[in-house]
């Protein structure tokens, strides 16, 4: 898979792919600095400056492994029980497995979110091994210091991943344990993000207090991350929703199956005007010779500047038919979907096999869930 253009794809794991988002970049040196700059100094002075900032970096790239394993774990639990994980990514707030739908059951859900902590909990403890095996064979202090915050730091990632908000690892556990008790993913949901928003808004007042007490940084990040698993928890249980009311149906049931198309050799002046403003739509299927080679997007003919709309062709700016803008007739809407955001389109060029029968748009896909959602209101 392509890296969009928000993250940056590193290497490959069994199969599944790991990226960074690059706002991870900021944490990264943000961790950095305050380990080397601030807790290395201040709890084991004397050493040089240099040395501090070495092991510093070291911390860091081991605390940043430690989330991708907790997200590993998570990822092949899922693979093993069915799910489909391609892809890992890192960023401002730690990691996340990319599952391609909800778990088909409640087991499988509290299999998937248990294994989270547990490597976590086993991460601290082999760091725990590591510093005392370090520390037995007279290594400098400050080895036995990073091993020992490594060893503090898994298990308190471990027991803030348990608070029993969704969609943190205690969330998901809460999750399926309702959802195994009552039969209803949607209701067990909505529960468990509820808990979600009501830690979050526990976290934000611990970082207002914080701030009151003269502790601005740590305030000002405890809001952050209430504030970013406040809209986590929103979006999750959106997205449950949406799964539901998307129910079994296929990319072939929504897809237009004879789409307006654009031949390649036309210019993108011409596009715009016989195009875009004569059918209003956002995005086409681009042809050459009677066969679809890609698509056009309103966002295509931004990037062009306006005085060589004239001169440069659709086939100049278009985006190539590649597997990132590709999906099977038989696949799943709510996998079109994840496809539409993981590479930044609105829309996907239907595949049979290698011939390309039709397109489907995220436009469209909303419209089904609204007239679905409108049809399966109660009456009042």
Not at 28 to 40: D, K, M, Q, R, T
Not at 140 to 165: C, D, E, Q, T
Not at 211 to 223: H, R
């Amino acid at each position: 898979m392509k890296p969009n253009r928000t993250s940056l794809d590193l290497f490959s794991v069994a199969g599944i792919q790991i990226a960074v988002d690059y706002s991870w970049l900021f944490i990264f040196a943000l961790v950095l600095w305050s380990l080397a700059a601030g807790y290395f100094p201040h709890e084991y002075p004397g050493y040089a400056r240099a040395q501090y900032w070495g092991i510093g970096a070291v911390a860091s790239l081991l605390f940043f492994a430690s989330v991708l394993i907790h997200e590993l774990a998570h990822s092949l639990v899922a693979n093993r029980v069915g799910q489909n994980v391609q892809r890992i990514t890192l960023f401002l707030f730690g990691g996340m497995a990319h599952l391609s739908r909800e778990p088909s059951n409640a087991v499988a859900e509290l299999k998937i979110a248990s294994v989270g902590p547990l490597t976590s909990v086993a991460l601290g403890g082999v760091f725990r091994l590591l510093e005392s095996a370090v520390e037995g064979a007279g290594a400098g202090s400050l080895w036995v210091a990073m091993f020992k915050y490594l060893s503090f730091i898994n298990i308190a990632l471990a027991v803030f991943n348990l608070l029993p908000g969704f969609p943190l690892d205690g969330g998901r556990i809460l999750r399926g344990l309702l959802w195994y008790r009552s039969g209803n993913l949607r209701a067990a949901t909505a529960r468990a993000a509820d808990w979600g928003s009501g830690i979050a808004l526990g976290l934000m007042g611990l970082g207002l207090l914080q701030i009151f007490s003269g502790a601005l940084v740590g305030g000002l990040w405890l809001i952050f991350i209430g504030m970013f698993l406040r809209g986590a928890a929103r979006s999750s249980y959106h997205g449950v929703v949406i799964e539901h009311v998307l129910g079994t149906a296929t990319v072939g049931d929504l897809m237009v199956t004879n789409p307006s198309v654009i031949p390649d050799t036309l210019s993108v002046q011409e596009a715009i005007e016989d195009h875009f403003l004569h059918h209003g739509f956002g995005g086409f299927p681009v042809t050459r010779d009677g066969r679809i080679e890609g698509l056009i997007s309103l966002g295509h003919i931004k990037h062009c500047p306006s005085q060589e709309r004239a001169q440069r062709t659709v086939r100049d700016i278009m985006r190539s038919a590649d597997t990132a803008v590709t999906i099977p007739v038989s696949a799943s809407v709510s996998e079109a979907l994840q496809k539409m955001v993981e590479s930044d389109t609105g829309r996907l060029l239907v595949t049979d096999g290698s011939r390309i029968v039709g397109l489907i748009t995220r436009t469209g896909i909303t419209r089904f869930i609204q007239l679905k959602t409108q049809l399966e209101e109660e009456p009042q």
